[in-house]
């Protein structure tokens, strides 16, 4: 499934790091960039996440919610949160439904793992329609940082 921009975001909910269901619907009225990245505890997904942590300030200011989003199990997800000190929502698409819905999965992924999350990233906007979206084919690649903030700045 491709989404474009303007489609309506699908809904999801997903468990976070402290086992509490999270739902798109939670964050109605907000602004949300949401990231997909492969696999915790692995370089490219711990920069990009620290840069995330680091530049949160921005997006806060912007009345942006990030929320992270993993194949990883919630357990696994809560050790790379607390290690990282990640200062927003990670959250577990153990079932890789989400991902799937997103269009940000890989069939195969390296070492012959299967439905790992790509990476990713969406704006949803208030009304929870697509703004703007980055899906990276090669997981060693960064998203556009630069893009995605003048992005978020456009919408509030």
């Known amino acids: 499934m491709t989404l474009s921009i303007g489609n309506l975001a699908p809904s999801f909910t997903m468990?976070?790091?402290?086992?509490?269901?999270?739902?798109?619907?939670?964050?109605?009225?907000?602004?949300?960039?949401?990231?997909?990245?492969?696999?915790?505890?692995t370089g490219v997904c711990t920069d990009e996440l620290c840069f995330m942590r680091d530049n949160l300030k921005k997006?806060?200011?912007?009345?942006?919610?990030?929320?992270?989003?993993?194949?990883?199990?919630?357990?696994?997800?809560?050790?790379?949160?607390?290690?990282n000190q990640l200062n927003f929502t990670v959250l577990s698409d153990f079932n890789k439904e989400v991902s799937k819905a997103y269009g940000a999965q890989y069939e195969e992924f390296v070492l012959g793992l299967k439905g790992v999350a790509k990476r990713a990233v969406f704006v949803i906007d208030r009304e929870g329609k697509i703004q703007y979206q980055e899906i990276l084919?090669?997981?060693?690649?960064?998203?556009?940082?630069?893009?995605?903030e003048a992005e978020v700045s456009k919408i509030n």
Not at 16 to 40: H, M
Not at 59 to 83: G, H, M, R
């Open 137 to 148: 084919e090669n997981a060693g690649n960064l998203p556009n940082f630069e893009t995605l």
């Open 15 to 41: 468990k976070d790091t402290e086992l509490k269901d999270i739902s798109l619907s939670d964050f109605s009225g907000q602004t949300v960039v949401l990231l997909f990245f492969p696999l915790a505890f």
């Open 59 to 83: 997006y806060s200011s912007l009345n942006a919610q990030i929320l992270a989003v993993s194949v990883d199990s919630p357990f696994t997800l809560k050790k790379f949160k607390e290690d």
